[in-house]
């Protein structure tokens, strides 16, 4: 949810949200217990990196007899703890360039594990009831004429644009100084303290202006319009401190541990080949998000119905 950190889940435990672990005492079973059918794989925060997680665990699990044992971590240490063979795969990332320069490229402790099948996309989003009112609301260049719609006790007398974690992939600081705007920004904590406070928002119908993501199940309960940014240019955010345009659309990949991907067997074979769709994730992140199914339940709920999809996995 998403990271540079989410130029990003980066990452919730969102139900999580976001949160880190401590890495230094852990390690794969994978890389430590020679042929063990054993496999660690990183959680990030977000409710659709969990679902990832959960359907892959289902199936090593059910299908294919491994252990998995999972590791919640924030974004960038993830790409650290994979690369030393603590976990052995990442299944959502939402890009760092210099990870991957690092780790992929020059030491190549880390293999590239292929497409997940979803674009993200990271924006600022404010809900379709107010563009009803505001219409010209939905342009940058207007939001300065709004800022006292936004205002909460938090901003300091300019309008709150809502963020996330701080660990997730965001620009927005720098957005707000290097567009001029009357804005400040204010972390919720976690994707599921933003969540509640955008619900309660639009219970009583009130304006908001938010940093959000897609794929993201909320969208289906809240909607949303983006606030158009300035066009996104390849390599218009090189310089974190002087971003003035939009988050990309980002295809979503998996990286697995460069040991693990060569040596991890069935369980290697199948990550590698584990790809689904935005509705798909949604799906499984709904039942778990707002239905309140464990991982595990919503997994399964999701295997029974799309075999044809998941056996394809197995081949």
């Not at 993200?120 to 709004?146: C, R």
């Not at 971003?243 to 040991?259: E, G, I, R, S």
Request: glycine share 8%; hydrophobic share 40%.
């Amino acid at each position: 949810m998403r990271i540079r950190g989410l130029a990003a889940f980066g990452a919730l435990l969102l139900l999580t949200g976001c949160g880190a672990a401590d890495m230094t005492e852990q390690a794969s079973p994978f890389a430590n217990a020679g042929g063990a059918r054993s496999v660690t794989l990183s959680v990030q925060s977000w409710v659709g990196a969990q679902a990832n997680v959960a359907v892959a665990q289902y199936l090593l699990e059910h299908e294919l007899g491994y252990r998995v044992d999972t590791v919640q971590v924030d974004e960038v240490p993830a790409w650290d703890a994979l690369s030393q063979g603590r976990v052995d795969a990442i299944l959502e990332d939402w890009g760092h360039p210099e990870q991957q320069k690092r780790y992929v490229e020059d030491k190549k402790t880390i293999s590239d594990g292929g497409g997940l099948g979803v674009t993200g996309h990271i924006g600022w989003f404010v809900p379709t009831y107010l563009v009803k009112q505001h219409p010209d609301i939905t342009d940058w260049k207007n939001l300065n004429k709004y800022a006292s719609l936004f205002r909460t006790p938090e901003s300091g007398g300019k309008g709150q644009l809502m963020d996330g974690s701080p660990s997730y992939v965001t620009n927005d600081k720098a957005l707000v100084k290097n567009l001029k705007l009357d804005y400040q920004v204010v972390f919720a904590g976690s994707e599921a303290a933003q969540i509640t406070q955008m619900k309660q928002f639009a219970k009583e119908r009130k304006p908001f202006l938010t940093y959000w993501y897609a794929p993201q199940w909320l969208f289906e309960q809240v909607p949303m319009t983006e606030v158009k940014l300035p066009a996104y240019e390849e390599g218009c955010d090189a310089d974190p401190a002087e971003v003035a345009c939009a988050y990309p659309h980002t295809p979503l990949k998996k990286y697995l541990n460069a040991d693990f991907a060569e040596h991890g067997g069935k369980a290697a074979a199948f990550l590698k080949k584990f790809a689904w769709t935005t509705d798909d994730q949604n799906e499984v992140s709904l039942l778990i998000a707002d239905r309140k199914l464990t991982p595990e339940q919503a997994a399964k709920k999701w295997v029974d119905g799309h075999t044809s999809t998941w056996k394809v996995w197995l081949s």
